[in-house]
């Protein structure tokens, strides 16, 4: 309801209200509500770029980490489309942070070249 409300004052931003209010049903636990939110909002408005990666967040809430990707791998074009480099970049790390290994398994890293501290350098100078 608040989000129609908000969205009578400022109508382009209405995905992006509908968006919020789904992250606020998950957080607080009603994942089917925030199930139909998120439904009723990508209905209205699929290539809305701020309500897909609220999609995406309220479904990563709710422990749905593969639909939340889905929904982050669809907005990515729509952003890079819009030419949003915020919105590239915060997708970006989303999409990373759920792609990358668990925590429990080794990635492979360049190893820091040992250096010698910057006082035993100087004197090489």
Do not use: C, N, Y
Not at 47 to 70: K, N, S, V
Not at 82 to 103: G, N, Q
């Amino acid at each position: 309801m608040l989000s129609e409300a908000l969205a009578a004052v400022d109508p382009a931003r209405h995905g992006f209200f509908a968006g919020k209010a789904a992250v606020a049903l998950a957080e607080a636990g009603l994942a089917d509500d925030a199930r139909a939110k998120i439904t009723e909002t990508l209905e209205r408005w699929p290539d809305d770029l701020r309500a897909r990666i609220l999609a995406g967040d309220a479904l990563t809430i709710l422990g749905d980490a593969e639909a939340g990707l889905a929904h982050f791998q669809v907005a990515l074009p729509l952003a890079q489309q819009d030419k949003d480099s915020k919105a590239i970049r915060d997708l970006s790390t989303r999409i990373f942070r759920l792609t990358r290994p668990a925590t429990g398994e080794t990635v492979q890293r360049r190893q820091p070249r040992s250096r010698p501290a910057r006082s035993q350098r100087k004197g090489r100078r």
